[in-house]
């Protein structure tokens, strides 16, 4: 037993009030699903959380005609009227931050240190920055400041609010109106979402939240009515949803998946690039679409890097999500859980080396302990599949160069990491990485004002900054 | 020592090529990492714990120009008996020439007796006064010397007059230990702290320690998260263990359990112990004796129901 053991320090679970069931949110009202609900479960302990709706096609229907009708009123504000709201919702965020912190860790499964530190404050500084944007879009260089109209957005599971936010921020600071479908494992903080904006007088019909599985996001995709599709999730989804839109005059952005180079060079700072390591893939267990999967460490220090990451892995803290203390939160769903078994399973088999910490799993519920595969090549499947898990595969590398084709040589370009202490390599790759962000001596940062998309398989369009206005501007 | 490291202060130049080429520190990343430690919650019966190991570790300072004899007596008692059932504290740490009241104040109580030395806090006087002084403390009873470095050496580039004068203290402790104040504050980046630390260790350091105490800034947390590092690192490569005591600035019982987390997570178990770890206070003490209390009886008392010495 250790000598300093920290007692359980869980975070109240009774700032929120979560209620049996869930509607549907139209046209500023909650409203009963024509489909058959489901259930949301807490992935920590497998308890039923609440009841949710399905919309059916007519629901989104009526979600859509809603959206339009309030499009008119909602476009035709001022910006700094519009502004005014979107300020209003993000003080409100930060009102109720420690509510849709814990809400999100119930639903989601991530540690409450993240989504109290990360999660949250992030959701606000997106509304406050682009409430910032909507009296301003003259003066953003984009060639136009006129909105598209009704934008339909698509969101996943990993960062339910986050999400919500960087779709709904700059849709609404440019004056589109917008229905969104959240996850289907993560409802509950997109309905808390929608009593915010009852809170902040929205305008009834700007912004609709319906929820439901597959189908009710293909509806919303598909809907004749809509001018603009967003979705963030998966390659595979995406490309159904870009089949979809072809040959509509909707405009659409996609955030899809990825499979990032972390690259750690010899003269690097060791103890923050193994920070920066854990950072780039345990992070919220690793369903990150820009998380850094694959480690590309310089051959000279790959023993050293390799020593100091598992003497620090052994000090990450798994279980309840709840628990102030906690590192690694719960795998979001049973069906995440077994994806991530049998792509680890196939590198094991494809003669990967994999290795964790001793750790305990809770009894109930859906967890993977934090993973190394060592050993990888290049041609191995955890190499190159996206796993969306708390699985880091270590490659190693011998120059500069070497590392940039490594690095480029997948289907993805999400984003990248370059540890070093040489500014002049930074920039020299930076030039060279196909990765739509690239962070330098640091991992998995976000800020508003900086743009976040992809390159290939990882999506096109850009969200966030200056650039995130320009989809859901008539430019 | 390994082979490998024998060489390094074979000369100015050896030893300068072997401080440079340790890996960087990443300002940004060392802070939010020490931050991020910092929001760690320390609760209930964890909290008790922590405070107890907390208080055994205080090294109870007075380093005042106006120090006495009595002064020095009243804060000796309370280092023996800090209140109720709380242990006693690791050491006193006092000027050299009230070491000698220490000594006979303290008596065989187990608490030892630190003496500052090497014209603290400046370190501005030549090496043969630095050795003078120590000697003297030593030798009226002295457990352990707190040795200051020359930071215009060090910042100067002359490392090996810095070797020399910590090597030359060392020698002059005798079977005293050393712990040398690296006086973060001053360093101004955190690559010179893990130096320092390498330097000082690699010239035979018992203990690094973070300030004197009059400069600011002090023992912040990312200076603590470095220096353990570098012990941790150090006794991977050498097998050697140092201590590590960070001073100044740490007042309450949150700052001192925060340095208990940078420890637990950083050097790990075998640092957690009056013998390894240190807290360099003076007003620390009886914060961690008011928590403690509040701990145990659920109620703050006020400030005069603990005593100042």
Same mark, same amino acid.
């Given at each position: 037993?250790?000598?300093f ?5 869980p975070e109240?679970?009774?700032?929120v ?9 139209i ?5 009963d ?5 489901f259930?949301t ?10 009841e949710?709706a399905?919309?059916s096609?007519?629901?989104v229907?009526?979600?859509v ?6 499009f ?6 001022p910006g700094?009227?519009r502004a005014?709201y979107?300020f209003?919702?993000?003080r ?7 509510e ?5 860790s ?5 540690p ?10 992030l959701?606000a500084?997106?509304f ?9 879009l ?6 136009g ?5 009704v934008a339909?957005?698509v969101?996943?599971?990993n960062?339910p ?7 709904i ?7 589109n109106?917008?229905?969104l479908?959240?996850?289907?494992t993560?409802?509950?903080t ?15 019909g ?12 293909a ?7 809509v001018n603009k599709?967003?979705f963030?999730?998966s390659?595979?989804?995406?490309r159904?949803?870009?089949r ?17 180079a972390?690259?750690?060079?010899e ?6 690039a ?6 780039g893939?345990?992070f919220?267990?690793?369903h990150v679409?820009c ?6 460490v310089?051959?000279?220090?790959h023993e050293?890097?390799l020593?100091?990451?598992?003497r620090?892995l052994s000090t ?5 999500p709840?628990d102030?203390?906690?590192d690694i939160?719960a795998?979001?769903?049973?069906e995440?859980?077994?994806?991530i078994?049998s ?7 494809e003669g990967?080396q994999?290795w ?10 859906f ?5 190394v595969?060592?050993?990888?090549a ?6 190159r ?5 708390p699985v880091?595969s ?10 940039v084709?490594k690095?480029?040589n997948?289907?993805?370009g999400l984003?990248?990491g370059?540890?070093?202490?040489k500014?002049?390599r930074?920039?020299w ?10 962070w330098?001596?640091?991992f ?5 004002a ?5 390159y290939?398989?990882?999506g096109?369009?850009?969200?966030g ?11 | ?14 030893l300068?090529?072997f401080?440079?080429?340790l ?8 802070d ?5 430690l910092?929001t ?7 909290k008790?714990q ?11 300072t007075?380093?005042?120009g ?15 008996r800090?209140?109720?059932d709380?242990?006693k ?9 009230l070491?000698?009241v !220490?000594?006979e /104040?303290? @008596?065989g109580?187990g608490v030892?007796?630190?003496s500052?030395?090497t +014209? =603290?806090p *400046? #370190? $501005?006087s030549?090496?043969e006064v ?5 000697? !003297?403390?030593? /030798?009226a @009873?002295a457990?352990?010397?707190d040795?200051v470095i020359d930071?215009g +050496? =060090?910042? *100067? #580039? $002359? ?5 020399e004068?910590?090597v030359a203290?060392?020698a ?9 104040i ?5 360093l101004a980046t955190?690559?010179?702290?893990r130096?320092?630390?390498w ?6 350091a ?8 009059k400069?600011?800034p002090?023992?912040?947390p990312?200076?603590?998260l ?6 941790r690192d150090?006794r991977?490569?050498t097998?050697?263990?140092v ?9 309450t ?9 940078l ?6 178990d075998?640092?957690l112990?009056?013998?390894w770890f240190r807290l ?8 961690l ?17 603990f005593?100042l010495d």
């Amino acid at each position: 037993m250790a000598i300093f053991e920290y007692a359980p320090a869980p975070e109240s679970r009774d700032v929120v009030d979560i209620k049996p069931s869930y509607g549907l949110f139209i046209n500023g009202e909650f409203a009963d699903g024509s489909g058959t609900p489901f259930k949301t479960i807490n992935p920590a302990t497998e308890e039923k959380l609440a009841e949710v709706a399905t919309a059916s096609s007519d629901d989104v229907d009526r979600a859509v005609q809603a959206a339009r009708k309030a499009f008119g009123v909602w476009s035709a504000l001022p910006g700094a009227e519009r502004a005014k709201y979107l300020f209003r919702i993000a003080r409100i965020i930060q009102e109720r931050a420690r509510e849709l912190a814990v809400l999100e860790s119930l639903d989601n499964g991530k540690p409450i240190r993240e989504s109290r530190d990360v999660d949250v404050p992030l959701v606000a500084a997106h509304f406050f920055y682009y409430a910032g944007w909507a009296d301003k879009l003259a003066y953003a260089g984009l060639g136009g400041t006129r909105p598209l109209g009704v934008a339909g957005q698509v969101i996943p599971w990993n960062f339910p609010l986050l999400m919500l936010a960087w779709k709904i921020a700059p849709a609404l600071a440019c004056g589109n109106t917008v229905v969104l479908k959240p996850a289907e494992t993560t409802p509950l903080t997109a309905l808390a979402f929608a009593d915010i904006c009852r809170q902040a007088d929205l305008p009834p019909g700007v912004v609709n939240i319906v929820t439901g599985a597959g189908e009710t996001g293909a509806a919303v995709v598909g809907h004749p009515d809509v001018n603009k599709v967003a979705f963030t999730g998966s390659t595979e989804v995406g490309r159904i949803i870009a089949r979809a839109v072809a040959g509509t005059d909707k405009k659409l952005t996609l955030e899809l998946g990825g499979k990032a180079a972390n690259i750690v060079f010899e003269d690097a700072a060791v103890d923050q690039a193994v920070e920066g390591i854990v950072n780039g893939i345990f992070f919220n267990q690793g369903h990150v679409c820009c998380a850094g999967s694959r480690l590309l460490v310089q051959e000279s220090v790959h023993e050293e890097v390799l020593e100091s990451l598992r003497r620090r892995l052994s000090t990450l803290r798994l279980g309840d999500p709840l628990d102030k203390n906690t590192d690694i939160g719960a795998i979001n769903s049973a069906e995440q859980l077994a994806k991530i078994r049998s792509l680890s399973d196939l590198g094991e088999s494809e003669g990967a080396q994999r290795w964790s910490p001793a750790c305990e799993l809770p009894d109930k519920g859906f967890w993977f302990p934090p993973t190394v595969f060592t050993g990888v090549a290049q041609s191995h499947s955890i190499a190159r599949d996206e796993i969306f898990g708390p699985v880091l595969s270590v490659l190693t590398f011998r120059t500069p160069a070497e590392a940039v084709e490594k690095a480029n040589n997948t289907p993805y370009g999400l984003s990248a990491g370059i540890w070093t202490e040489k500014g002049s390599r930074i920039l020299w790759m930076a030039d060279r990485l196909r990765a739509g962000v690239v962070w330098a001596n640091t991992f998995n940062k976000f800020d508003p004002a900086s743009p976040f998309g992809g390159y290939k398989e990882s999506g096109y369009g850009r969200e966030g900054g200056l650039h995130g206005l320009e989809a859901y501007l008539d430019v | 020592m390994t082979t490998s490291l024998t060489d390094v202060a074979s000369s100015d130049t050896a030893l300068r090529a072997f401080l440079h080429g340790l890996p960087g520190v990443d300002r940004v990343g060392a802070d939010q990492r020490a931050a991020m430690l910092g929001t760690r919650s320390i609760k209930t019966t964890a909290k008790a714990q922590a405070i107890d190991l907390a208080i055994s570790m205080v090294d109870l300072t007075t380093l005042e120009g106006a120090d006495t004899a009595g002064k020095v007596r009243a804060m000796c008692t309370k280092a023996v008996r800090p209140g109720g059932d709380a242990p006693k504290v690791a050491a006193v740490c006092v000027y050299p020439d009230l070491v000698p009241v !220490a000594v006979e /104040a303290l @008596g065989g109580a187990g608490v030892k007796v630190a003496s500052v030395a090497t +014209a =603290f806090p *400046s #370190g $501005r006087s030549s090496l043969e006064v630095k050795v003078g002084e120590t000697a !003297a403390a030593v /030798a009226a @009873g002295a457990d352990e010397i707190d040795m200051v470095i020359d930071r215009g +050496a =060090f910042l *100067s #580039g $002359r490392y090996m007059k810095v070797y020399e004068e910590i090597v030359a203290v060392k020698a002059a402790c005798g079977a005293a230990h050393l712990k040398v104040i690296l006086e973060t504050g001053e360093l101004a980046t955190y690559d010179n702290v893990r130096r320092a630390s390498w330097l000082a260790m690699l010239a035979g350091a018992d203990f690094i320690k973070t300030s004197t105490g009059k400069v600011s800034p002090a023992a912040t947390p990312p200076v603590t998260l470095i220096m353990l590092e570098a012990v941790r690192d150090f006794r991977d490569a050498t097998g050697r263990q140092v201590g590590v005591k960070p001073a100044g600035g740490i007042r309450t019982t949150k700052d001192a359990i925060k340095k208990l987390v940078l420890v637990n997570e950083t050097a790990g178990d075998d640092w957690l112990t009056p013998e390894w770890f240190r807290l360099g206070a003076s007003s620390l003490l009886n914060d961690l004796l008011m928590q403690r209390q509040k701990l145990a009886t659920g109620r703050y008392a006020g400030p005069d129901y603990f005593t100042l010495d």
